[in-house]
Nanobody, 124 residues
Framework: QVQLVESGGGSVQAGGSLRLSCAASTYTYNTYCMGWFRQAPGREREKVALIDSLGRTRTADSMKGRFTISQDNAKNTLYLQLNSLKPEDTAMYYC??????????????????WGQGTQVTVSS
């Protein structure tokens, strides 16, 4: 099992930036697929970005060019850089992991380990 703890959320004005972090309790390289998701009040959970052990990434179309996922395997830490934030980006952001089966860049795969989330609030 892996435990995930997110941090770095906060309140910013539109156009601002935040860097979210997700610390994993165990070694994730070549073991777990990792990703970021978000959920706004009253809305379904939304895919944000995925990354594989080679550092290849996949980002949801609506967030391309603004959000960047990355990882530091030595620190077992996943990151999400949020730039040019918009009020509609307001949501709870979650880090997630699943056992490495198939492609880690497949948005259709389910994730079974989740962090508690970190809140991002963007004001206009």
């Amino acid at each position: 099992q892996v435990q995930l703890v997110e941090s770095g959320g906060g309140s910013v004005q539109a156009g601002g930036s935040l860097r979210l972090s997700c610390a994993a309790s165990t070694y994730t390289y070549n073991t777990y697929c990792m990703g970021w998701f978000r959920q706004a009040p009253g809305r379904e959970r939304e895919k944000v970005a995925l990354i594989d052990s080679l550092g290849r990434t996949r980002t949801a179309d609506s967030m391309k060019g603004r959000f960047t996922i990355s990882q530091d395997n030595a620190k077992n830490t996943l990151y999400l850089q949020l730039n040019s934030l918009k009020p509609e980006d307001t949501a709870m952001y979650y880090c997630a992991a699943r056992g490495w089966v198939g492609s880690c860049l497949d948005f259709t795969q389910g994730y079974n380990y989740w962090g508690q989330g970190t809140q991002v609030t963007v004001s206009s």
